[in-house]
């Protein structure tokens, strides 16, 4: 028998009232469900991106935390990967904001590419890494003798962009890569065998060979002040365990500690896999050669085209870039895959501001032009589905003291039709005095070389990094003139010029000298001496300005790979590269050249008396010397400028 209308309505509000009152008790008096959704999606109706993090599997089954950044507008976009040690979320997310520009504001800032025309940007944590699964291996090497899994950067690259071209329906299924430092060494993983939707490589300031020029040596000298990084990035997997040092100077922690060995010994780095490798390969060994990217691009066939960016006053990696555009600008037989680009920077500064370097000054924002007129061309054309044409010359490098941009077809060839890069010795001479003809009488100049004293490669104190005013970025600029003041230091100096100087290439070292000791380092500086009066800019007055500079370990001077002592008083041939310039002295400034033996605490102290191993150095082995350096003759010393000579000048902006 059907219920009547109004007995069926308070039916219903009856059992609406228990439904609601159970809910409530449930909600009220504990349940075992939780209040956490499973998979939280946020939504912004004004945000100009999705965000999305996934864990992309590998062909081992690690996965790799990436996260990515869509525009709101993205349709059929290119993606931009970068693969780092360095924290996939904290680098897309330096802004808690709904704007993607804001986001990427800290690591990328490359507003050019993501304001408009919906880049989608892709930031993936390496192996071991912060979000990431597996075994991180500093800087780990290709599948071979030096990795025996069957996993490498290149084979994480290319399963990480096959993930996603399936994956991203908003991509036009081209991507390229790009990175800074560790990162840049990353981009070039992924040349070896690429993917094929791998479009562009833009490795920029990269980790090349750390043995000959890059992170952890130079040409053999240890670079101590890498400890701390060694220790923060190898000891956990997310930069959790903090090196601590004592006293806010450098110099004296340094000092104190005694061997670089000693002091990671101290602080339990034997734990460190990679600081053990460091203990067992102090010479340029197989561990080293095996993994010099440049060598193994070398091998390789050139079939994704790169941009490779170098900072003429990198602090880090001034070495790699121009050593992979060596290695592989001879397999570009049309001219229009190898690209490079040399600007007025320190380690990643085409980033921020590029208008002045510490207290040199460019005219210009010289990263802005880089970002917008180069990169992002550059990127378009090989990215967007239009393929945009783009106007970037195989070289763009700018020119320092003149302070402008060339466009070049190769490198050094640093001018117009005509022009030659002539070698051209700059002898040191008697009485501090420089210049391009050899003195015919023979005669030395001496300094005594102290391990308990020294020479700062910054004025005291020496800052850690870390400090609002840390010096470290722009220390390859400071000013020479107190190390001038050393009697440690042998400082010779040109005339007045009376006409434009300019070079493009590497200065090479060519000393003939001699040592009461058994071994030592020798510090070679080309730097340009500013007018003792600048009415424009005062505080440039007699400025020493580094122009290239580097140091050799003695006891490599003969062989990288097999190291031996240095004959007492006897006189050997010193030789070696200096970074590479491109730089103008100009009139009215003069040259100069600065020879010491040590630098420090940037570099761990050598003993001057031969061991085994300078890591292992006893206090007893650390002796003064004195070092002679021969001046005139057949053999005198001279540092070999690459002079521009002859033809125009180079196609300039």
Known sequence: ?????????????????????????????????????????????????????????????????????????????PML???????????????????????????????????????????????????????????????????????????????????????????????????????????????????????????????????????????????????????????????????????????????KAGSAGALGKSRGMEQNGFFRKLLAHPAYDAFWQQQAVDKLLAREPLKVPVMLVHGLWDQEDIYGALAVYDAIEPKDTGNDKVFLVMGPWNHGGQRTDGSALGPIKFGSDTAASFRSQVLRPFLDHYLMDAAPAMDVAPVTVFRTGENHWEHLKAWPLGCAEGCSIKPTPLYLQDQGQLAFQAQAATGSAAYTSDPAKPVPFLPRPVKGQGYDDNPWPQWLVTDQREAATRPDVLTFVSQVLDAPLRISGAPRVALTLSTTGSDGDFVIKLIDVYPDQTPADPQMAGYQLMVSADILRGRYRDSFEHPSPIPANTPVGIGFALPQANHTFLPGHRVMVQVQSSWFPLYDRNPQTYVPSIFLAQPQDYRKATITVKLGGADGSALVLPVVSGGGAAAAE
Request: glycine fraction near 8%.
């Open 1 to 77: 028998m059907p219920l009547h209308r109004p007995a069926f309505l308070f039916c219903l509000a009856a059992l609406l009232s228990l439904g609601h009152a159970a809910a409530l008790h449930a909600q009220t008096t504990g349940t075992a469900a939780s209040d956490r959704p499973a998979h939280f999606v946020a939504h912004d109706p004004q945000a100009d991106f999705e965000r999305r993090v996934v864990q992309i599997p590998m062909r081992d089954g690690v996965k790799l935390h990436t996260v990515i950044l869509i525009p709101a507008s993205a349709r059929r976009a």
């Open 81 to 255: 990967l970068t693969r780092t040690p360095y924290d996939a979320d904290g680098m897309t997310s330096h802004a808690k904001s709904n704007q993607l520009g804001a986001v990427l504001q800290g690591y990328d800032n490359f507003p050019e590419l993501f304001h408009k025309d919906g880049y989608i940007r892709v930031v993936q944590d390496v192996r071991g890494k912060y979000g990431s699964e597996g075994d991180y291996v500093m800087n780990r090497p290709q599948i071979g003798p030096l990795n025996d899994s069957s996993v490498d950067h290149s084979t994480d690259t290319w399963d990480t962009i096959d993930w996603l071209v399936k994956h991203v329906p908003e991509s036009n299924g081209k991507v390229g890569i790009l990175g800074i430092s560790y990162d840049g060494f990353t981009s070039l993983m992924a040349l070896f065998h690429p993917h094929p939707a791998l479009k562009v490589a833009v490795p920029m300031n990269p980790m090349v060979d750390g043995w000959i020029g890059d992170d952890w040596f130079h040409n053999g000298a240890f670079r101590q002040i890498g400890l701390p990084y060694i220790y923060e990035q190898v000891n956990s997997a997310g930069n959790t365990i903090d090196w601590i040092e004592t006293t806010t100077d450098q110099y004296d922690f340094y000092l």
